[in-house]
């Protein structure tokens, strides 16, 4: 599976920004996703994930309530929606998928669960 992430770009703060990562191969549905930002000299940070075939969604408490992640499994893409965007929201922003399927929705935020990473996109928010 490849990945390739889009979508990133210069804002200001208070802006939303759309990001995209489209999928090669086939059964898409069947694989976790997720979103995860990292900036120089700091773990990568997961964002958002489903990792569950019921669509259960996972943030942390940092984006919660203005970042949103979806797919669109016919499209094979994940998006990651993000609102009333923050300077410290500034990072390179990653796209991943991952063969297992969990109800452990907690497991999702974690880099080590994923299998397959994008290129990353960069994110900056500033006036």
């Known amino acids: 599976v490849q990945l390739q992430a889009s979508g990133g770009g210069l804002v200001q703060p208070g802006d939303s920004l759309r990001l995209s990562c489209v999928a090669s191969?086939?059964?898409?549905?069947?694989?976790?996703i997720g979103w995860f930002r990292q900036v120089p000299g700091k773990e990568r940070e997961g964002v958002a994930s489903?990792?569950?075939?019921?669509?259960?969604?996972s943030y942390p408490d940092s984006v919660k309530g203005r970042f949103t992640i979806s797919r669109d499994n016919a499209k094979n893409t994940m998006y990651l929606q993000m609102d009333n965007l923050k300077p410290e929201d500034t990072a390179l922003y990653y796209c991943a998928a991952g063969v297992t399927l969990t109800t452990n929705h907690a497991v999702g935020l974690r880099p080590g669960f994923y299998d397959y990473w994008g290129q990353g996109t960069l994110v900056t928010v500033s006036s």
């Open positions: 191969g086939n059964n898409f549905d069947y694989y976790a």
């Open positions: 489903i990792v569950s075939m019921d669509g259960t969604t």
